[in-house]
């Protein structure tokens, strides 16, 4: 598939595809559940096989969801769970880490992420993200919400730079992080992971929707203003990005903005539409 052949490679050598699948909110809502499982399954054959859940959302329930549409495929799919902050201290990370286990019915994950930066200090979750990795409850860890000076320091914490990627809010109508935290990302040899890369809903997605050049440019090549917005966010192979879709519809739409190569031009003229930001603004979060 087009999401297959576009990959990004993790700093440990692993590739994994540039579009994978979110899920906050699946399973919350028990009628649609057989439906989300579905659209999840879907993406996985289509090559989507980053999953990204966390304890968070539902309180388990999408984590349990995420388990049942893996049953019997679980090593088609990359996995991804997060850890709540105020559970990321050494005596409550290797609970929370089992305790999501269990809900997604799996031995191990393929990557662990900490939330947000929380009071527990770096150092700590560190070490015990690392306990983790060695028990083989984790094969990778990394972190979310992190800006510039988060990672920096980070970097100067034991083992730190053991951290395999950042997952934060990135789409083209919220580009702060082109300033600062994707170069040093960059320089790094991180890869980010964009979250609300078809920005989520609400008055940003309205924006984008309706902007001349985008839908000029979804014109030129046939698909939907959103399909564009996809194709922009994993234009430069090192960003994953992990739209939510609970749609079989939207599944495949946003499989195949994969196949889409935004020219040099359609760049340009997105950049004018969506300027870059010329000065350091803070992490944009949800
Ligand atoms: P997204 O930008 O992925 O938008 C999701 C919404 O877009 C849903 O309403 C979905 O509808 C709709 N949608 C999906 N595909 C299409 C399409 N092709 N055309 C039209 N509409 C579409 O927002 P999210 O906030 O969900 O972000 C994605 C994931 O990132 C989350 O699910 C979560 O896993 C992760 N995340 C992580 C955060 C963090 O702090 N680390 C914070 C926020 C998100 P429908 O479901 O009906 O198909």
């Not at 993406?43 to 959302?57: P, R, S």
């Not at 947000?116 to 990795?133: H, N, Q, S, Y």
Request: proline share 5%; glycine share 8%; net charge negative.
């Amino acid at each position: 598939s087009h999401v297959e052949k576009r990959v990004v490679k993790l700093p440990d050598g692993t590739t994994v595809p540039c579009i994978g699948q979110g899920t906050w909110y699946m399973g919350d809502k028990p009628q649609e559940k057989a439906k989300e499982i579905k659209a999840l399954q879907l993406g996985i054959e289509l090559g989507m096989k980053v999953i990204d859940t966390a304890e968070m959302y539902g309180n388990g329930a999408s984590e349990r969801l995420v388990g049942e549409a893996i049953k019997g495929r679980r090593d088609d799919v990359f996995l991804v769970s997060k850890v709540y902050p105020h559970n990321a201290g050494l005596d409550k990370i290797s609970v929370a880490c089992e305790n999501s286990l269990k809900q997604l019915g799996t031995d191990y994950l393929d990557l662990y992420l900490l939330h947000w930066r929380g009071r527990i200090p770096l150092e700590e979750t560190i070490e015990g993200m690392e306990k983790l990795r060695k028990e083989g409850k984790i094969l990778r860890w990394g972190v979310s919400n992190f800006d510039t000076e988060d990672m920096e320091e980070l970097w100067n914490t034991l083992n730190g730079s053991n951290c395999a990627t950042n997952q934060v809010l990135y789409h083209i109508g919220s580009r702060g992080i082109d300033f600062d935290l994707l170069p040093w990302h960059r320089e790094h040899h991180i890869p980010i992971m964009a979250y609300s890369p078809l920005a989520q809903g609400g008055t940003l997605r309205k924006q984008l929707l309706t902007d001349p050049t985008v839908n000029e440019i979804a014109k030129k090549y046939n698909v939907k203003p959103l399909q564009i917005a996809l194709a922009w966010t994993i234009r430069t192979n090192d960003v994953i990005a992990i739209p939510k879709a609970g749609q079989e519809q939207h599944v495949l739409e946003n499989a195949e903005a994969a196949a889409i190569e935004l020219t040099q031009e359609d760049l340009n003229r997105l950049d004018e539409a969506f300027p870059k930001p010329r000065k350091k603004v803070p992490l944009d979060i949800i």
